[in-house]
């Protein structure tokens, strides 16, 4: 560990500054590029002081107008082909899936958790699995810099009290819920009466509640997995819990494939859309979190913008499973509906934001070709915003993360690229490439092994 590590563990409570490039996005179709970026962060965890076009001989000033000692204060630079980014987040994430990705391409999602995915997260029944699983699990997407996810965690009370707690000890900021099933699912892999998933999801609360009580790091959210696994009780009486705990998220997924659509319409005829299904539930608010979002009709799209639920796009697992499908991004992002990316861990198969971004660049380049340019592709720079702060928004926390913002806590990835003396997976840097070229590089062929540190309110923590 060198010197700045050291000082970077919650335990120092020391501030930590750097000086280069720094990268963030303001909006949708705002990436903004700091250049000699003086950027000072505060023993709390928040940003104190950001500034471009610092010299380096301003730094002292900077500092002492600051409130540090000038000379003895470490600020780190940056060198060319290195920045600072906010963390990535992954809005839809099943952490029991961890170890089944890749697992069962070309079967339709039914199938698919019925022969792959309910067999595997039924392993984590045994609680030192979990602890185990869930370890390599965080630790694998604090490496690739994902320093907020959502996730789902397996029916188990009990293993889902462990995701949580290894979420806070290795310092991810998460969102994490216990699945709710009670039905369609085989009966050793399913909450064996509405009465029992709901205490477990209240003792859940209870148990984050205690575990971190001003929510630094992990917030507990609603996860009735879809309407095909819920009985109408189980749905209401998670709507009751949703009222009566209105800070809480909640998240299921919505519209996500043809046959699901077609079940849950045969489950609940009395509902024309998924919208209706959900809302009547009192599940659907400018807290829920809505996975996929394939097959919206008018008027749920009109609903979910009036309501301000949020979308978790994971082109990843809609296009390697049995269909190729493709989310209208553009048209949400038209209705001014917020859009974040999502790995989905085991419906995909990859669990890099990193990659959910590349996909999501190159199904938006499909839609644009399906639509005849109506829907025009996403720029990388949107894709990017999609994976910071539109996450974040979708999440509920941008007003504490996604980008670099004075008061926002420092959840960051400090990248460092690569050239022809160190070559490697990466683009490498050539002497004419402009930020904004190094970047896009990094975007498009960049991996975790370019993400040398990641920090998460201003704590050091890539394993
Ligand atoms: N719908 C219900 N459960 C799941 C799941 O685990 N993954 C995906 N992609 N869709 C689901
Ligand atoms: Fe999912």
């Not at 949107?382 to 980008?403: K, M, P, S």
Request: aromatic fraction near 8%; glycine fraction near 8%.
């Amino acid at each position: 560990m060198d010197e700045l590590d050291k000082r970077t563990t919650p335990a120092s409570g020391l501030p930590i500054a750097f000086h280069g490039t720094v990268i963030h996005s303001k909006a949708l179709d705002d990436l903004e590029i700091l250049e000699n970026c003086f950027l000072l962060v505060a023993k709390d965890g928040r940003i104190q002081a950001i500034q471009a076009d610092v010299e380096p001989d301003q730094i002292n000033s900077l500092v002492s107008a600051n409130g540090y000692a000038p000379d003895v204060f470490p600020v780190k630079q940056l060198k060319r082909g290195q920045f600072l980014c906010p963390g990535l987040v992954d809005t839809h994430n099943h952490a029991p899936q961890y170890a089944q990705r890749g697992m069962g391409r070309g079967i339709d999602l039914l199938e698919w958790l019925n022969k792959v995915t309910f067999a595997h997260e039924a392993k984590f029944e045994d609680p030192e699995y979990a602890k185990k699983m869930y370890t390599a699990c965080v630790t694998g997407f604090l490496q690739q810099g994902i320093t907020t996810a959502s996730y789902y965690g397996s029916h188990h009370g009990q293993a889902t009290r462990i995701l949580a707690d290894v979420c806070f000890e290795k310092g991810q900021r998460a969102l994490v819920g216990k699945c709710n099933m009670n039905r369609n699912a085989p009966d050793w892999y399913r909450d064996a009466s509405v009465s029992d998933s709901l205490r477990e999801t209240r003792d859940f609360i209870h148990h984050v509640q205690q575990l971190d009580p001003d929510r630094i790091l992990v917030k507990p959210i609603l996860t009735p997995r879809f309407a095909i696994s819920c009985e109408p009780e189980l749905l209401e009486g998670i709507g009751a819990i949703a009222r009566e705990h209105p800070d809480l998220p909640i998240q299921t997924h919505f519209n996500e494939a043809s046959q699901e659509i077609e079940f849950t319409k045969q489950l609940f005829p009395e509902f024309k859309t998924e919208a209706d299904l959900y809302e009547r539930y009192g599940l659907l608010n400018d807290r829920s979190i809505l996975a996929h979002c394939i097959f919206l009709q008018e008027d749920e799209m009109t609903r979910i913008q009036e309501l301000g639920c949020g979308v978790a796009h994971c082109p990843i697992s809609n296009t390697t499973m049995q269909d190729f499908m493709v989310a209208p991004v553009r048209e949400y992002l038209r209705r001014g509906i917020k859009v974040g990316l999502g790995t989905d861990s085991g419906g995909g198969y990859s669990s890099s934001i990193l990659d959910a971004m590349k996909h999501a660049f190159i199904v938006s380049v499909a839609r644009q070709t399906a639509t005849k340019g109506k829907d025009p592709a996403l720029s990388l720079c949107e894709g990017f915003f999609l994976a910071t702060l539109g996450g974040a928004q979708v999440c509920g926390l941008d007003d504490r993360i996604g980008n670099f913002v004075v008061g926002k806590e420092f959840d960051a990835l400090e990248v460092h690229c690569i050239d022809l003396d160190r070559p490697g997976v990466m683009s490498p840097v050539e002497e004419e490439d402009s930020t904004q070229v190094i970047f896009e590089k990094f975007l498009m062929t960049g991996d975790d092994r370019n993400i040398v540190r990641v920090y998460v309110a201003g704590r050091s923590v890539k394993p």
